[in-house]
């Protein structure tokens, strides 16, 4: 009833009404949802927008990644070829630590502590370190790190409850050799928050024994200071291998140390791995009495993405727990899954080839540096040492000063006092360029305290990565011997060089130590009373040009502009020479280029003034002659009918007056010549461009810059031979004809030519001219 009481224009409405809205509604959505579309395009990254990306998209981007669109890094695409089936295993650790987290509890418990002491008693058993534990860690210097929370919650009692307030009252001293690892100390105290006054470093020997162990005599009296003055000594750090001559401290008489002062001994350094050989030397094997060390298996088996191992005897688990080496959470013992794995892979057989066999690469290097002059090695041990440190030494700089006259000399050369700088330089340059001819040997260069720069072989470290074999050691000699030579040979021309540029006019020797070259120069000029900018900007041009110039040379030097930090601007650089350089030939060719560069430079700028000057010039005469020619015209002949109606019944000859600029005299002339002549005029002849070329005679072959090895007499000899040779050449083509005159042979010619030399007389001071050359000169003076 209700429905058939509502009005037909009322209910038409409403539908229409209900349309409506409904539209709008459709509207207002789909505005929203395009607004939500254009917002996650905007703002939600690439990779993430849509429904995901397929694992070979994703793989091929990894791909991108480690490798780089060009491969330019040669060395880490040969890594990954050596990572060998012990390295998949170790991978493959990673992965089943994943799929092993997701079992439910009681699994995983079992699983993961079968794994953890396993793997625990290998390598104790391995490293001859009984009744240990170990604790695995990503950073090598984590270990330490929670070694040091364990001692301080062992000597502290109340630490747990009272914190930092018992360390004010007696501060713990933390003690490291000064040969550690740059920023060990540091790290330690920011982590434990403690005070850098907490730690101490311990000077290496400087009077007996190696300069790179740590002093015990003067370790234990900083000990008695630190009791005396109130402070409580907690740990002492030493090195089975220092991280830069892999020296062994004497860890015997620092255990006893420690002992005596209730100290904590802890070892890090390479010569740890050889605590799994079969024969060990004495100064290694104190380490297995030590309290704790830190073992790097990852380097030394070639084991990628394997964990560090900490190894220290403690009785105490609480503590242990307390300080970080123990979790109660399963998923952290899984870190020594993927030791486990590669460990069974490799065996015991296995991890000892690869240790022996990187300890007879060192030997075999040894061997062979000691052969070689100039090489000064420094290594713990000549019969057993895995880290191999040499560099080039040369005794004298000088190649005449001698031992005695080296002790005659009171005044200290300026070479001679910056010897350990040029030697820094010389020995980093070698190491970068053993690095680049053999990648596979691993060497680098390592700054020493007391040796400065030296290169370092430690294939303990490299070459199980690598896979350096013996042939490698080989190549790495034979490169080693051809550099030497060039090494010595640039150091001893060095002071030559500077000699002749500093007595060269227009060029500024330039002293840069820590250039690898025979040295640096820089051409002067002459300024003129130049403001700076535009006196830098002409030397800067100049030098470039030179720079250019000397580029183009058919020579076996290198030129540069040097370093691309920290060198000196505007100037050329010069890289190794050879023994056989002729210094003042190559200083005379950058002089004489220089000024070419700077005449050519000035003659261009004074053109150009010229130049503006003369069209002035040249304006001024032009107005000055169309006035004349008004004069002379008269006013008339200037109105357009006029002036064809007179120049008709009087004509008007005038000849034409123009003006040439003469570049080469730099003046204005008149073309009246150029219109009688009806040519245009030479002028005067140019002055010759300077030249920077040089007359010096040269042998078939013999390229720039290069000093004849041969005796200077037997070389003069045999230019004046050949150039007495090229003159006959020369003389036996026949002199042009005259008229009516008969063309003689060379036999009708002779007996007259010999007949005149008979009769001749050489003058005087002509006795040491080889006949020769006498007889083609006479025969020159009578043409």
Not at 69 to 98: D, F, T
Not at 308 to 337: C, F, I, M, N, W
Request: charged content about 25%; hydrophobic content about 35%; aromatic content about 6%.
């Amino acid at each position: 009833m209700k429905s058939q009481m509502v009005d037909p224009t009322l209910a038409e409405m409403g539908k229409n009404l209900n349309e409506a809205m409904k539209m709008l509604e459709d509207n207002q959505r789909k505005a929203e949802e395009e607004n939500e579309k254009k917002y996650a395009r905007k703002d939600i990254p690439g990779p993430l927008q849509g429904s995901g990306q397929d694992m070979v998209s994703i793989l091929q981007l990894v791909q991108n990644l480690m490798h780089g669109e060009e491969e330019e890094e040669s060395s880490q695409a040969y890594r990954l070829q050596n990572v060998g089936e012990q390295g998949h295993m170790a991978l493959l650790g990673h992965s089943l630590a994943a799929y092993i987290s997701v079992l439910d509890r009681e699994r995983l418990r079992k699983l993961t502590t079968r794994i953890l002491s396993d793997t625990t008693l290998w390598l104790c058993r391995l490293f001859r370190y009984e009744n240990g534990s170990a604790y695995y860690h990503e950073d090598d210097r984590e270990g330490l790190l929670k070694i040091c929370r364990l001692v301080i919650h062992t000597r502290y009692e109340d630490y747990t409850v009272e914190g930092f307030n018992v360390l004010y009252t007696k501060q713990p001293i933390i003690y490291i050799s000064s040969a550690a690892r740059t920023g060990l100390g540091q790290a330690l105290c920011n982590q434990l928050g403690l005070p850098l006054s907490c730690m101490c470093r311990v000077p290496c020997n400087t009077m007996f024994g190696s300069q790179h162990q740590m002093d015990v005599a003067l370790l234990d009296r900083l000990i008695k200071d630190d009791v005396e003055s109130g402070k409580l000594p907690l740990l002492l750090v030493a090195n089975a291998g220092t991280p830069g001559a892999g020296h062994t401290d004497k860890l015997g008489r620092l255990k006893e140390l420690c002992e005596q002062y209730n100290m904590w001994l802890h070892v890090e350094g390479v010569n740890l791995a050889t605590l799994a050989l079969g024969y060990v030397s004495s100064s290694v094997l104190a380490a297995t009495k030590c309290d704790s060390m830190t073992l790097t298996l990852g380097s030394w088996l070639g084991l990628p993405a394997v964990p560090a191992v900490t190894l220290y005897r403690h009785e105490d688990p609480s503590l242990s727990l307390a300080a970080g080496l123990t979790s109660s959470q399963p998923v952290e013992k899984l870190r020594a899954l993927p030791l486990w794995l590669s460990l069974q892979y490799l065996g015991h057989d296995g991890i000892v080839e690869r240790i022996k066999h990187a300890s007879q690469l060192s030997q075999r290097l040894l061997e062979n540096l000691k052969n070689l002059d100039f090489i000064k090695t420094s290594v713990e041990d000549e019969l057993s040492s895995p880290v191999v440190v040499f560099k080039f030494y040369q005794k004298y700089l000088n190649r005449d000063q001698t031992p005695s006259a080296a002790q005659a000399s009171t005044i200290p050369h300026p070479v001679i006092s910056n010897e350990g700088h040029i030697y820094d330089t010389f020995n980093q340059w070698l190491g970068e360029q053993l690095a680049q001819l053999v990648p596979a040997s691993g060497v680098d260069v390592v700054e020493l305290e007391d040796e400065g720069t030296c290169v370092r072989f430690s294939p303990l470290m490299t070459s199980a990565v690598l896979g350096t074999e013996i042939q490698d050691v080989d190549q790495l000699v034979d490169c080693l011997k051809m550099k030497i030579p060039v090494l010595t040979s640039t150091l001893q021309l060095r002071e030559e060089f500077e000699q002749e540029v500093r007595r060269t006019v227009g060029l500024l020797y330039i002293e840069d130590l820590s250039w690898p070259g025979l040295g640096v120069v820089r051409y002067s000029y002459h300024s003129d009373g130049k403001n700076d900018d535009k006196q830098e900007k002409e030397l800067e041009n100049i030098n470039t040009e030179l720079l250019k110039k000397l580029n183009e040379l058919e020579s076996d030097l290198t030129f540069s502009l040097g370093p691309e930090f920290g060198g000196q601007k505007n100037c050329v650089y010069i890289g190794m020479v050879t023994e056989d350089l002729d210094v003042s030939e190559l200083v005379e060719t950058i002089a004489a280029t220089g000024r070419e560069i700077e005449e050519n430079s000035r003659l261009l700028e004074n053109m150009t003034e010229v130049v503006r000057k003369g069209i002035q010039e040249a304006q001024l005469q032009l107005q000055k002659a169309n006035e004349e020619r008004l004069l002379e015209e008269g006013l008339l002949r200037q109105i357009p009918v006029v002036s064809s109606v007179l120049n008709w019944f009087s004509p008007f000859q005038a000849s034409p007056k123009g003006r040439t600029f003469n570049l080469t005299a730099g003046s204005l002339e008149s073309t009246e010549s150029t219109y009688v002549s009806k040519a245009q005029g030479t002028g005067t002849t140019p002055p010759p461009t300077p030249t920077s070329s040089l007359t010096k005679q040269r042998l078939p072959g013999q390229k720039i810059f290069k000093r004849s090895l041969r005796n200077s007499d037997a070389f003069s000899e045999t230019s004046s031979v050949s150039h007495c040779e090229d003159l006959e050449k020369t003389d036996q083509r026949p002199p042009a004809l005259s008229p009516g005159q008969e063309q003689r042979s060379p036999e009708t010619e002779k007996p007259e030519q010999q007949q005149q030399e008979g009769t001749q007389t050489p003058p005087k001071g002509t006795e040491d001219i080889p006949r020769d050359c006498t007889k083609v000169e006479e025969q020159e003076s009578q043409r």
